[in-house]
Nanobody
Framework: QVQLVESGGGLVQAGGSLRLSCAAS????????MGWFRQAPGKEREFVSA????????DYADSVKGRFSISRDNARNTVSLQMNRLKPEDTAVYYC????????????????WGQGTQVTVSS
């Protein structure tokens, strides 16, 4: 499996921005679809965004469309999530995820995930 390490979380006021990054190692990064999921306290994990292995297909949850942007750099083995116009309801632990199958990733059935990074948006 690929190993994933997230960074970039923090505390921000509503309306602000954060950029999350995920560094991958251990396998050929360009073979993997990558995604971001989040989990708020007391809530189930939810899909945020996904990007296909070469970036040609991108998906977003309706709740983040127009505010978040996912990208990847296969030369640097990284995937990023630019989060703009943040809202208090975006507060959660954000997890980077990877799977050889984009379909599996979108279902939340992924083979690798990181330790998570906390994002807190104050009102």
């Amino acid at each position: 499996q690929v190993q994933l390490v997230e960074s970039g979380g923090g505390l921000v006021q509503a309306g602000g921005s954060l950029r999350l990054s995920c560094a991958a190692s251990g396998r050929t990064f360009s073979n993997y679809a990558m995604g971001w999921f989040r989990q708020a306290p007391g809530k189930e994990r939810e899909f945020v965004s996904a990007i296909s292995n070469y970036g040609s297909v991108i998906d977003y949850a309706d709740s983040v469309k127009g505010r978040f942007s996912i990208s990847r750099d296969n030369a640097r083995n990284t995937v990023s999530l630019q989060m703009n116009r943040l809202k208090p309801e975006d507060t959660a632990v954000y997890y980077c995820a990877a799977d050889l199958s984009r379909a599996s990733l979108l279902r939340g059935d992924f083979g690798s995930w990181g330790q998570g990074t906390q994002v807190t948006v104050s009102s």
